[in-house]
């Protein structure tokens, strides 16, 4: 598998967790939580876990911070002739969820490591990518690990529509959702989110339909992820919670 298809499937297995909305919901970010998912490709085929989990970091201009890490990892029969491990690392901000650092690592076996690394100037609304530059963001972008977190801030109700630019790999995209109804998963009752994916540009080919279920309880968990991608439908399962 190419590097290029990996990273585009690591995009995936951090699943299109992606948004952007108001009021903020009660809810308050538990440093040592950890959340585990398994990865299924066709709905039945097992491609990978996936652990999300926050700790305390240094705070940052005066404001209280936190470390959202996310670690993807191939599954055990996959890693016989392919092993991979992809590491986002996400620093925000805990009044509004924001990052001003975010990494990305990616370890495929007999290779060196492919490292990116971006930080946010929140006041002049730039975004530097170590070796490529700066770019112009919208004020509020996030990357896709902060973005689900600020997601599970939120309010959600039926009908509210949920837009946030996302940046992934010096691109931003478009997320358009909608809170469509509830629905129980497992033995939690979720709300339903359907969104349209698109990059700024609006490339049909760097496009997707993602369907997210959030409990409706006070700690808003990630439950079910479906992404509909070029290559198949992907669909993360929440199996644990630290």
Same mark, same amino acid.
Not at 90 to 106: A, C, G, H, N, R
Not at 112 to 128: L, S, V, W
Not at 149 to 156: M, N
């Given at each position: 598998?190419?590097?290029?298809? @990996?990273?585009?499937?690591?995009?995936?297995?951090?699943?299109?967790?992606?948004?952007?909305? #108001?009021?903020? *919901?009660?809810?308050?970010? &538990?440093?040592? /939580?950890?959340?585990?998912?398994?990865?299924?490709? +066709?709905?039945?085929?097992?491609?990978?876990?996936? $652990?999300?989990?926050? /700790?305390?970091?240094?705070? *940052?201009? #005066?404001?209280?911070?936190?470390?959202?890490?996310?670690?993807?990892?191939?599954? $055990? @029969?996959?890693?016989?002739?392919?092993?991979? &491990?992809?590491?986002?690392? $996400?620093?925000?901000?805990?009044?509004?969820? +924001?990052? =001003?650092?975010?990494?990305?690592?990616?370890?495929?076996?007999?290779?060196?490591?492919?490292?990116?690394?971006?930080?946010?100037?929140?006041?002049?609304?730039?975004? /530097?990518?170590?070796?490529? %530059?700066?770019?112009?963001?919208?004020?509020?972008?996030?990357?896709?690990? $902060?973005?689900?977190? =600020?997601?599970?801030?939120?309010?959600?109700? /039926? %009908?509210? &529509?949920?837009?946030?630019?996302?940046?992934?790999?010096?691109?931003?995209?478009?997320?358009?959702?909608?809170?469509?109804?509830?629905?129980?998963?497992?033995?939690?009752?979720?709300?339903?989110? #359907?969104?349209?994916?698109?990059? &700024?540009?609006?490339?049909?080919? *760097?496009?997707?339909?993602?369907?997210?279920?959030?409990?409706? #309880?006070?700690?808003?968990?990630?439950?079910?992820?479906?992404?509909?991608?070029?290559?198949?439908?992907?669909?993360?399962?929440?199996? %644990?919670?630290?």
């Amino acid at each position: 598998m190419k590097k290029r298809k @990996w990273l585009l499937l690591c995009a995936i297995l951090m699943a299109g967790l992606l948004w952007f909305s #108001d009021p903020m *919901h009660a809810f308050a970010i &538990e440093k040592g /939580e950890r959340l585990q998912y398994g990865v299924k490709f +066709l709905y039945v085929l097992p491609v990978g876990n996936v $652990s999300i989990g926050t /700790e305390a970091a240094p705070g *940052h201009q #005066d404001n209280k911070a936190f470390l959202i890490k996310c670690t993807a990892k191939t599954a $055990s @029969w996959i890693s016989l002739l392919f092993k991979a &491990e992809a590491v986002l690392n $996400s620093y925000v901000t805990e009044d509004k969820m +924001l990052p =001003y650092k975010f990494e990305q690592i990616l370890k495929i076996a007999g290779k060196p490591d492919d490292i990116r690394r971006a930080t946010y100037d929140r006041g002049q609304n730039i975004m /530097e990518a170590e070796g490529k %530059g700066k770019k112009k963001v919208p004020a509020d972008v996030r990357d896709p690990i $902060s973005a689900m977190y =600020y997601l599970r801030a939120q309010d959600l109700k /039926e %009908g509210a &529509e949920i837009k946030q630019v996302v940046n992934s790999n010096q691109s931003n995209y478009i997320f358009d959702s909608r809170v469509t109804g509830k629905k129980k998963v497992g033995k939690f009752n979720c709300w339903i989110v #359907d969104a349209k994916v698109r990059r &700024e540009n609006k490339s049909m080919y *760097h496009s997707m339909d993602v369907v997210f279920y959030i409990s409706d #309880d006070v700690r808003h968990l990630p439950v079910l992820i479906k992404a509909n991608t070029k290559v198949g439908p992907v669909t993360l399962t929440l199996k %644990g919670v630290q």
